[in-house]
């Protein structure tokens, strides 16, 4: 089993659409969690952290459920630029980041 | 300020041949990371460094070898390269227990 495991997709949307991401992991002590985006063949960039309350910037909230080791990213409003792959991503001890594959995203006009 | 850079940014290898991966940061950071990702795979880490001078194995350091004489600068070497080294290297850095920063990545072909 994949200690991070999300679903590939891919999601296609319409623009103005609301979607939904969804990733679990395994180490239940596993210290922090972030979403990446990663652009076609361009490096992963930081999108947000999560934090055990649920956060919020701008069009996006990720929430983390630590009792069923259940992370999640919610987009508002797609943008054509939103396009892109979503990593799911765990910290664990030492600085360790551990990636989840990926789940790519289709924003369509 | 480049940020995190790597040299080079394509190369092809025959079986068996060697090669280094260079990679540079310009922020000061403490923490540098050596990353292959495959598809479907995520990013899967292959050494790291926690200061200049030492470093330490990943989740898949087997055929790989890294050095940091240089705080700026992390090395990863393939002494023997194998089709199975076919992916795309990210490096990446840190200064502490924070948010890693990703050069563009390299991407090799082992014919």
Known sequence: ????????????????????????YS????????????DCRKEPKLLMSVY???????RFTA????????????????????????L????????MLTFGGGTRLMVKP | NAGVTQTPKFRVLK??????????QDMNHEYMYWY???????????????????TAKGEVPDGYNVSRLKK???????????????SVYFCASSPGQETQYFGPGTRLLVL
């Open chain 1, 1 to 24: 089993r994949k200690e991070v495991e999300q679903d590939p997709g891919p999601f296609n949307v319409p623009e103005g659409a609301t979607v939904a991401f969804n990733c679990t």
């Open chain 1, 27 to 38: 180490n239940s002590a596993s210290q922090s969690f972030f979403w990446y985006r990663q």
């Open chain 1, 52 to 58: 055990s309350s649920g956060n919020e910037d701008g």
């Open chain 1, 63 to 86: 929430q983390l459920n630590r009792a069923s080791q259940y992370i999640s990213l919610l987009i508002r409003d797609s943008k054509l630029s939103d396009s892109a792959t979503y």
């Open chain 1, 88 to 95: 799911c991503v765990v910290k664990n001890a030492g600085n």
């Open chain 2, 15 to 24: 079986t068996g041949q060697s090669m280094t991966l260079l990679c540079a």
């Open chain 2, 36 to 54: 292959r990702q495959d598809p479907g795979m995520g990013l899967r880490l292959i050494h790291y460094s926690v200061g200049e001078g030492t």
């Open chain 2, 72 to 86: 700026q600068n992390f090395l990863l070497g393939l002494e023997s390269a194998a089709p199975s080294q076919t």
